[in-house]
Structure formats: C-alpha cells, structure tokens
C-alpha cells in the first residue's frame, strides 16, 4: 500500500517517502519519512485526505464559515503547487468547519479511484442540553422539600421515588445527522456531488481516548493474529506490520510496554521499543517506526513538561527517538460546561 492514512489529518505516501501533516500553524507540511525534515508547505489545504497518483486531495478552510464544503488538490511531484480548487455547496445549516464544537462536528473521508476522487462528508449536530437535576440534598432526619406541579416537567409527574428532572434544549430541533458524497474527477477538478442524505444522530459515544491502557483489546481477528506471538497484536496502518503490545512495568515507571514488531508476511520479528502507551496508530519504513502519539503530561522533577500531538520517527534497532513533527489537534479536549 504506497499511500495510506495513519490518522485524521496525516496521510503517508511511502514511494515518494513523505507524509503530509496537519500543521498546528495552519494548512500543511510535507515531513520527509528519513529525516523529518519539511519538504514543503501549503496554506490552502487544511487537512489531507488522499493520494490520487501524484495530486493531494483535502479539505481547505471555508470562506467565513459558508455552507460550502472546499476541496482543494495539491501536486506533490511540483513541490505542493495547487491544481484545483473547488467549493461543494451543502445543505443549509451545514458547516463544514475542522474544528468541531460542543454541539457540530463536520469529517470528510476520501478514496483514491482510477479516474477520480470520491468525498464522503458526515455532519452531526446534536442540540444542547441541560443538566438533569438530582435528588434534593436533605440532613438526617429531616424531611424532602415539596414539588410545586409547576416544578414538574410537561410530560407529567415524576414516577413514585424518582426525583423531579429538567433540561433545555436549544432551538434547532431534535439531533440529526446528515451525509453526503462528491466526486471529484482528478483531470479536469470537476465536481459531482450527490444528494444528501439525512439520519437519526447515532447514540452520544465515548470522549476522545488516550490511546493507552484504553486501546482495544486486540486489532486482530483471533485467525489473522501472528502463531507464536503474544497478544494483543495490532496491525499497522498500511497492513504490513504487526505489533504485540506487552506491559513489563508498574507505575511509577513511565514506560511501561514493550512493543515488539514483526513483518505480517514473513512472521520475522524486525524490532523492538520501549513505550508509555499501549497502542498508536504506526507503521515501518526502513529501519524505523513511524508513530503518533497524543497529547500528554508528564512530571519531571517538580514540573510538567507538557507534549501536543505529534508525529515521531523511532529507531527499531536501539529504540531511540529520531524525529518528531506536531500535528494539529482537532479534538475538543476541554471539559463539557456543567
């Protein structure tokens, strides 16, 4: 697989050694696989998508925040010159910003094709919605405070023993999800979209996690796993490599896995390292692993030293850093307001 995606926002094309990167500083940069080093940059494509043979097709920030989804194809054989540009008008309300918010969040997908670029995008907006109140707080001994049947929600009064709930929801409807496709032809940047089509919003799902003791139990089917090797085993981004992912320490040590990497093919162990988490989207080039890593703190001393998202580069051999590269972090990691 010469082009894949590692994670949203860092797409790797390996014939031409250089992953494309979401720059915390806006748009782009292209980071050499060898040594890390920036080959180019561009301000008008915001998040890569895809390789379509020589052209980067992504997503560029919409004007003032429009209902238009933006598309733009880069030349990666051209030092990242822009070929096409396009704007894919949306359905009202849809807003098609990367970053998303406590109540919208906007992704596109894409897939390289012979001839063209196929665009999926996905819109979630999800009404807010107040906090249900709790049981009334009463010492031992005293009695609960009484329910005024102005205090009691519209649908009628609370079953016997449940307390009393509100919450508010903002104007804008019920949550719902709307999705969409278009077609960008790679020779002349033509666009076909499709309608859309609109869905229930699926269930609220589980915050951002930290790729730690949180990673699932296997990326592997119990017949796809390596004989011989321990699990869990996960597989690598481009299906090449598969990693056994074995905790050797307590706290307080910091790296607590052993990660030991082997050749999905030839079943041949090609190296290990040491690790503070249990699993991260990675994959092999050469003699190195290449690997993304989330935001962390970690206590030196009497302070913190605080790490953002980041794309690095390993040794397979002595395990030793060789690089890194931040990314530019999308996912809303503040607390939910009260």
Do not use: C
């Amino acid at each position: 697989m010469p082009s894949f995606e590692l994670s949203p926002g860092v797409v790797v094309d390996t014939d031409r050694g250089e992953a494309y990167v979401m720059s915390p500083e806006g748009g782009i940069v292209a980071v050499g696989l060898a040594d890390g080093e920036p080959a180019w940059r561009n301000s008008d494509l915001s998040k890569p998508l895809t390789i379509a043979g020589e052209l980067l097709v992504g997503q560029g920030e919409a004007p003032g925040g429009a209902d238009t989804l933006r598309i733009v194809t880069l030349d990666v054989a051209q030092g990242g010159r822009q070929v096409n540009e396009t704007l894919v008008e949306l359905p009202p309300g849809v807003q098609s910003s990367i970053m998303p918010s406590l109540s919208r969040s906007f992704t596109a997908e894409a897939r390289a094709e012979p001839q063209e670029a196929v665009v999926s995008w996905e819109f979630v907006e999800r009404p807010l919605r107040g906090v249900p109140t709790g049981p009334p707080e009463v010492l031992p001994g005293e009695a609960p405070p009484a329910v005024s049947a102005a205090a009691l929600p519209a649908t009628g009064p609370p079953a016997p023993g449940v307390p009393p709930a509100s919450s508010t929801v903002e104007p804008g409807g019920e949550a719902a999800v709307v999705r969409g496709v278009a077609r960008v032809d790679l020779a002349t940047g033509t666009i076909t979209a499709t309608d859309e089509t609109r869905l229930p919003a699926p269930l609220p799902g589980l915050p951002p996690g930290s790729a730690g003791d949180s990673a699932p139990a296997s990326d592997l089917e119990p017949s796809a796993a390596l004989p011989g090797v321990p699990e869990p085993q996960f597989l690598s981004a481009d299906g090449r490599h598969v990693l056994s992912s074995l905790r050797v320490a307590d706290d307080p040590a910091w790296d607590k896995y052993l990660w030991t990497i082997f050749e999905r093919e030839s079943g041949r162990r090609v190296g290990e390292m040491r690790m503070h988490l249990r699993f991260v989207p990675f994959f092999v080039e050469g003699t190195r692993v290449i690997y993304q890593t989330p935001p962390y703190e970690r206590r030196e001393g009497p302070s913190m030293r605080q790490e953002p998202l980041q794309l690095r580069a390993a040794d397979l051999d002595s395990g030793t850093e060789v690089w890194h590269q931040q990314v530019r972090d999308t996912v809303d990691r503040e607390p939910s307001p009260p």
